[in-house]
């Protein structure tokens, strides 16, 4: 990997990173693996920060303004989604309201940063040697990146906060798509949703269905909650599953024979229909 950096690639690093992504875990499962990959990254780039000599002073600019602060970028990002979906209410309408508070932060940070941020929105270069060479790092009341490294040869007074407008760019897009996903979501349950279907099959059939649809990741592309589905499975087939579905899933786990007995069933008919539809 430091030999990748070292180049002035990031490719290796965003390679590894889609496999992480591109995984079957879960969202927090991602994000914590994400976590202690960029930390492990980190560390090695310590290592050979302290023992290398850039050869000028464009090579270090383009390190620091670069490569680096994309790194720190998405351990930011990653450690931020953590603590969002952590702290994440139960009620829909207030995990609104938890986001939107998250956004406002997003929000002040743009505001007191405002000037910093328009200089690389602008693609400017005039202030390059000062924000992100180590040779112009004199202010310590700028030492933001101390929160990561504890040593001023490793960091400049800037690429800290550049890592943070970057990560935070990112947080914002994700909150608002995330925002918007709820208030669909919302928008259908206020609707008046009237089904004359009924659900004739037994409970843990249906809560067997629900278990394997949120695990193949079919809703929101993974983000919706196993209560939510439940919810909305209840509305349309009239049906009450009860309060705790994960005791009927614990029942599902500890049969002896046949854990996906419905699935099977369900398998099983629709071949059937196909083979007879092919003769």
Same mark, same amino acid.
């Not at 990748?4 to 499962?29: A, G």
């Not at 030492?143 to 800290?160: E, P």
């Given at each position: ?42 560390? /090695? ?30 351990l930011i990002f990653y450690k931020e989604i ?60 700028? =030492?933001? &990146?101390m929160v990561i490294n504890q040593d001023a ?8 906060? %550049? ?17 918007? =996903?709820?208030?669909?979501? &919302? ?21 067997? %269905?629900?278990?394997? %649809? ?6 929101? =592309? ?5 209560k939510e589905i439940t919810h909305v499975f ?24 046949? /854990?996906?007995?419905?699935?099977? /069933? ?12 092919? =003769?």
């Amino acid at each position: 990997m430091i030999t990748t950096i070292k180049n002035n690639s990031l490719v290796d690093f965003e390679h590894e990173l889609s496999l992480i992504l591109n995984s079957n875990s879960n969202e927090v499962e991602k994000a914590k693996k994400i976590i202690i990959f960029i930390e492990d990254i980190l560390k /090695q780039l310590t290592d050979w920060l302290k023992h290398h000599v850039f050869e000028t002073i464009q090579e270090e600019i383009k390190f620091f303004k670069e490569i680096k602060p994309n790194i720190v970028a998405k351990l930011i990002f990653y450690k931020e989604i953590l603590s969002l979906v952590a702290s994440l209410p139960l009620d829909k309408s207030k995990r609104i309201k938890h986001f939107e508070k998250k956004l406002d932060a997003i929000n002040h940070f743009y505001r007191k940063n405002r000037e910093f941020i328009k200089y690389i929105k602008s693609h400017s270069t005039h202030f390059d040697e000062l924000y992100f060479s180590r040779k112009q790092y004199k202010d310590l009341f700028f =030492n933001d &990146c101390m929160v990561i490294n504890q040593d001023a040869k490793l960091c400049t007074s800037h690429d800290y906060l %550049l890592a943070e407008v970057i990560a935070y760019e990112l947080l914002a897009l994700h909150i608002e798509n995330r925002i918007d =996903n709820l208030n669909q979501s &919302c928008a259908i349950t206020n609707n008046q949703f009237h089904s004359n279907l009924h659900w004739t099959a037994k409970k843990i059939d249906l809560i067997e %269905l629900i278990y394997a %649809l949120h695990e193949s990741k079919v809703f929101d =592309n993974g983000q919706a909650d196993i209560k939510e589905i439940t919810h909305v499975f209840e509305k349309a087939f009239q049906i009450d599953l009860g309060d705790n579905i994960t005791r009927s899933f614990i029942d599902i786990k500890n049969r002896k024979t046949g /854990q996906t007995r419905f699935l099977n /069933q369900l398998q099983a008919a629709l071949e059937t229909k196909i083979e007879n539809d092919l =003769n």
